[in-house]
Structure formats: C-alpha cells, structure tokens
C-alpha cells in the first residue's frame, strides 16, 4: 500500500511564497517522473511542472521563473517552491507520483492542498 501526504497550502498574499511538499510511503521500489498539477474552480486540471529521476525539470509557461520543483529519492518526496505568486495560481495543488511497488506499477495522486492568493 502506498500513501502521498500533500502538505504546504494556505492563504498567502500576492507576490509571497508558498512551499509544497508531497512525500510518498509504503513498499516502494521506485519512482519515475514526479509532477505537480493545479485545479482552479470551474477549470480543467492542468500541469504545473515535472521532474524526472535524474532531476530534468518541465514547467508550465505560466509558473515559469516563479516556480521550482524538485525532489528527494531519498525520501521519496516532491517539493514545489512558489514564488511571486499571483491570485490566477490560486487553485487545489495535487502531487502525482508513478509509483512501483510491491503491488505492481501505479499512478498515485495527492488529496490536494488548496492555495489562495489574495490581491
């Protein structure tokens, strides 16, 4: 069995910083491309920024120079550093991590952790 734990969100003024975490546990092999994805009311889910195992990184256009992904194999956790941030990047965060473990090869996606940012 394998758990995400989503942690991070709140409510942050425009142009503050917010930090996402997402770390993964349970009877895990490996993990490939870690990604986070946002979900605004009324909106479609849409892709933030991924990073692979070796630790090449993707963005979105709009979060690019702001946001920052990385991660810990380690500790088999996800991090997403948000700077300057803006009203319009206030939505639910979901962490999703392609997992392989004792059960086989999986998708896992976080319960989500809800960011405002107020003007």
């Known amino acids: 069995q394998v758990q995400l734990v989503e942690s991070g969100g709140g409510l942050v003024q425009a142009g503050g910083s917010l930090r996402l975490s997402c770390a993964a546990s349970?009877?895990?092999?490996?993990?490939?491309?870690m990604g986070w994805y946002r979900q605004a009311q009324g909106k479609q889910r849409e892709l933030v920024a991924t990073?692979?195992?070796?630790?090449?990184?993707n963005y979105a256009d709009s979060v690019k120079g702001r946001f920052t992904i990385s991660r810990d194999n380690a500790k088999n956790t996800v991090y997403l550093q948000m700077n300057s941030l803006k009203p319009e990047d206030t939505a639910v965060y979901y962490c999703?991590?392609?997992?392989?473990?004792?059960?086989?090869?999986?998708?896992?996606w976080g319960k989500g952790t809800l960011v405002t940012v107020s003007s």
């Open positions: 990073v692979t195992s070796y630790g090449l990184t």
């Open positions: 999703k991590l392609p997992v392989r473990s004792v059960a086989g090869f999986m998708d896992y």
């Open positions: 349970g009877s895990i092999f490996s993990i490939n491309t």
